[in-house]
């Protein structure tokens, strides 16, 4: 134990743990001790260094969602790209739901193409395009959510996310 748990242990600390939180922690995410340390470690550097975001973001991201440290960062860097890149989701937008990290990237990159197709790819907290700003106020579309958007369900992302019906995103999905 002294030489596989106290490492990671003390690892969650150095993120900004607090030793009194660690119990819960585990309780909720036992898998956390089957991880490779280096793996993890290799991922938080990736958030910190290359997708910029602040160890307080990360911890936030580590108690909503561990299973995204559990990711390949290959995979991660793929849909973190496209939805900061392409769906201009801020970092602080992405904490909130780091389950976008951890989605399929062709549902991901489907579903946005559908409501881009509609003139509905307007997410709640995103950074905001001068020409798209434009346009919304004449069209005044309201932003999506991304609880609908990421909802696991194709049906309620359709009729919340799309407001339009299963049928017309199957037919997207069959002729995309």
């Known amino acids: 134990m002294e030489k596989d748990v106290k ?21 909720r995410n036992p898998f956390f001790l089957l991880q490779d340390l280096s793996d993890m470690q290799r991922l938080v550097n990736l958030f910190n260094k290359e997708f910029e975001f602040t160890p307080k973001e990360i911890k936030q991201i580590i108690l909503s969602d561990p299973r995204v440290f559990m990711m390949d960062a290959k995979f991660v860097t793929a849909n973190y790209n496209y939805v900061h890149k392409v769906m201009r989701l801020p970092n602080s937008v992405i904490v909130k739901h780091p389950f976008i990290l951890r989605c399929s990237h062709s549902s991901i990159r489907n579903r946005h193409e559908f409501l881009k197709k509609l003139g509905r790819a307007i997410y709640e907290g995103a950074i905001a395009d001068q020409n798209a700003t434009d346009a919304q106020d004449e069209n005044q579309v309201q932003p999506v959510s991304l609880d609908a958007f990421l909802d696991p369900s194709d049906a309620v992302f359709a009729r919340r996310a799309a407001n339009t019906y299963l049928v017309v995103y199957n037919n997207f999905l069959r002729n995309h």
């Open 7 to 27: 490492p990671k242990l003390q690892w969650l600390v150095s993120l900004g743990f607090e030793p009194s939180d660690l119990g819960d922690y585990l309780t």
